[in-house]
């Protein structure tokens, strides 16, 4: 019998590493699957050797040819790398609103600073300030969870009076008031402008005009109509937030963290092994499979830094661990790379708000190539594989060049290799 070789390139054919192209990092799985695929075919390349399959005939010339156990025809197709993973649907990291610092003057100590960290879908957690001290009042109405604050809604009230949301890329942290000039001033009048009210010009100079606004928007909000804009007088984020939980109660004084809240749209979220970080990088496209088993296209907006995660300990014992616990515990650590992708068709995921869903990432794809299964190689003496082609006469072994795996199929190409050709399939 023949030496076989067991996944090795050839004079005419190429492993699938080398046949990927794009200079990207293969993963262990595309040598696995050529093992494998030299492993499955390895008893028809011995019997191919023998003459058996109407290849080099070695053996008697009233030996009666004999087909392959199975079949299966060369098809073109479009073959994408992809790998299926776990993921988390829901509204991303949910940021913390505080009540407004004492204000001090003019100062700006009393300024709304961002309030933790930003969440995952792009929506800044801007809210109260995170100063020390607290603002004077009682809180009188809150939302409630689940709850969409849009521009120019109430966040929450105090003594009566609203708290409304604006859109902009940075907190109020001083008094705005006529003669004063910024990008800060230039942020309020362009909110003010789309909630409606109108006789000022939309710049970086507080005049008279916009003080006139000012009061008009004030008295709408039941507030003192004072024409100036104080810190604490609005919350500022990038845009409309979803409520996720409320941290105080009506009744009590304005002080501490009021609640939290998320963007809007829902995303999925996935801690991704870190061994498959070539197959993702911004605008990877991905199927999302939800609980209920339907689909919805999503695509890669952020990969963040990898992390590592420290694993379940199981029966620790006690808490005074020894070396060899140390050294247990370590290797529970994972190493994953939080990634989150957008999904555009929102009406697409129904009714759910938060669910374990599987995540396929689709990573690259071949055009139009020919593929047979992947058991369907046969590993060629002296490197290289080839696959068994039905004729009329029987069978004959034809080398091919192997391209993308995926989806238990494999690329090839190769002269004599055409749609439509049937090629025997190992069992």
Known sequence: MPELAAGG????????????????????????????????VAAAAGIAATGSLGGDSGG????????PPATAKVQRT??????????????????????????????????SGQSGQSGQNGQSGQGGASGAGTSTGTITWLPEAGKVIRRGDPVYR???????????SFPLYRTLADGTKGADVKMLEKNLRALGYTGFTVDDTYT???????????????RTETGTVKPGDALVADGARRVADIKTSTGAALSGNLLTWTGTSRIVSVDLDVQFEDLVQKGTKATVKLPDNSTV?????????????????????????????????????QVTLPVELTVKDQKGLGRYQAAAVN????????????????NALVAKRGGGYAVEVVTADGTKLVPVKLGMFADSKVEVSGTGIKEGSVVGVPK
């Open 9 to 40: 390139a050839g004079d005419d054919g190429e492993s699938g590493e080398e046949a990927s192209g794009g200079g990207r990092r293969r993963r262990p799985l595309r040598t696995s699957l050529i093992v494998l695929a030299a492993i499955a």
């Open 60 to 67: 008697s010339s009233n030996a009666a040819p004999s087909g």
């Open 78 to 111: 479009t073959l994408t790398d992809s790998e299926t993973v776990d993921g988390n649907l829901g509204f991303g990291d949910a940021s913390t609103v505080q009540a407004p610092a004492a204000a001090s003057g003019d100062t700006g100590a009393g300024q």
């Open 158 to 168: 105090v003594d009566q009076q609203q708290v409304p949301l604006l859109y902009g």
């Open 208 to 222: 008279s005009d916009t003080a006139a606004a000012v009061k008009q928007w004030q008295d709408d909000l039941n």
């Open 297 to 333: 296209e999503a695509e890669v907006t952020d990969i963040g830094t990898p992390t590592t995660a420290q694993g379940s300990s199981g029966d620790s014992g006690s808490s005074g661990s020894s070396g060899d616990n140390n050294s247990s515990n370590s290797n529970n650590n």
């Open 359 to 374: 995540v396929t990432l689709k990573a690259e794809s071949h055009k139009d190539v020919l593929v047979v299964p992947v």
